[in-house]
């Protein structure tokens, strides 16, 4: 019944901007601290960021920090990614994800399909 759909993804050129959603669906929103991990081509997982349940607590990979934006509307049930000056490097399957519990977890328990960026002049 759960469900974390992503999309916005696509084609930027670098230095351009992209703006990520995840509609979560199947259970209460609110509570759970939500997180994007990315998937660069033959790399492993990346955790990119994560935002607390009421969306006041912002937390970034240092490869990321200052360039991209976690935010969520706990009412529209939708976690966001704005994604500035965009490098090659950002390429990757963005995943939106659920901590498996309250509070920060570190353990997500629900994975949306992901959504592909491709960062390329």
């Known amino acids: 019944q759960v469900q974390l759909v992503e999309s916005g993804g696509g084609l930027v050129q670098p230095g351009g901007s992209l703006r990520l959603s995840c509609a979560a669906s199947g259970f209460t929103f609110s509570p759970y601290w939500m997180n994007w991990v990315r998937q660069a081509p033959g790399k492993g997982l990346e955790w990119v960021s994560a935002i607390s349940s009421a969306g006041t607590g912002t937390y970034y990979a240092d490869s990321v920090k200052g360039r991209f934006t976690i935010s969520r509307d706990n009412a529209k049930n939708t976690l966001y990614l704005q994604m500035n000056s965009l490098k090659p490097e950002d390429t990757a399957v963005y995943y939106c994800?659920?901590?498996?519990?309250?509070?920060?977890?570190?353990?997500?328990?629900?994975w949306g399909q992901g959504t592909q960026v491709t960062v390329s002049s």
């Open positions: 994800t659920k901590d498996r519990t309250y509070g920060s977890s570190w353990s997500y328990d629900y």
